[in-house]
């Protein structure tokens, strides 16, 4: 167990919806990653939140938004979802943002239907 | 830039005998270099790292990997495999002269089977 939880597990909803994805870090972890795992792309990086603020950006489409919360938890929202958007979404956390090891949630799974 | 690229889908091996999973690395500047394992349906699990120092790095379950920055590889290996090592292993890098970046790329992955 890394210590990162992400609340639901599975998650199915139909197009067009908007769903979403809850994360808590590791205790003492002031970083969160959002991640996307699909067969066809991989492992994909999509937005890192330091201490309540965005620090960077992956291949995050414009439908999609994350926040990190003073509690240091973080949400990632997804709207007008389409059949492709089905995938596992990770979370990961670290202490900071440079030379520390990413932990990561077990993942949701979203399928979109 | 920053990519990894993992040359093998699959690896198979009998039990007892060596585990080697390959990685292979781009990146600008200094690479930190990770390497995680994901069993089904669970999330990944961190084995091991490179940020700096001894190129031969030792992590969890027996796993180590060598760092050869001649040929940009960071190889996984255990020297005698057991059947729960069965899973997906995936390699990662960061570059070091990312000012705001600090993304991992991940290779695509190494499914590894070992045979009782």
């Known amino acids: 167990d890394s210590g990162v939880t992400q609340t639901p597990k599975h998650l199915i909803t139909a197009t067009g919806q908007r769903v979403t994805l809850r994360c808590s870090p590791r205790s003492g972890d002031l970083s969160v990653y959002w991640y996307q795992q699909s067969l066809d792309q991989g492992l994909q990086f999509l937005i890192q939140?330091?201490?309540?603020?965005?620090?960077a950006k992956g291949n995050i489409l414009e439908r999609f938004s994350a926040q990190q919360f003073p509690d240091l938890h973080s949400e990632l929202n997804l709207s007008s979802l389409e059949l492709g958007d089905s995938a596992l979404y990770f979370c990961?956390?670290?202490?900071?943002?440079?030379?520390?090891?990413?932990?990561f949630g077990p993942g949701t799974r979203l399928l979109v239907l | 830039a920053q990519s990894v690229a993992q040359p093998e889908d699959q690896v198979n091996v009998a039990e007892g005998n060596p585990l080697t999973v390959k990685c292979t690395y781009s990146?600008?500047?200094?690479?930190?270099l990770f390497w995680y394992v994901q069993y089904p349906n669970r999330g990944l699990q961190f084995l091991l790292k490179y940020i700096t120092g001894d190129n031969l790095v030792k992590g969890s379950y027996g796993f180590e990997a060598e760092f050869n920055k001649s040929q940009t590889s960071f190889h996984l290996k255990k020297p005698s495999a057991l059947v729960s090592d069965s899973a997906l292993y995936f390699c990662?890098?960061?570059?070091?002269?990312?000012?705001?970046?600090?993304?991992?790329?991940f290779g695509a992955g190494t499914t590894v089977t070992v045979r009782a």
């Open positions: 939140y330091y201490n309540g603020e965005e620090r």
């Open positions: 990961a956390s670290s202490v900071g943002i440079q030379r520390e090891t990413q932990y």
């Open positions: 990146v600008s500047g200094n690479p930190y």
């Open positions: 990662a890098v960061r570059d070091s002269t990312g000012s705001n970046d600090y993304k991992l790329s």
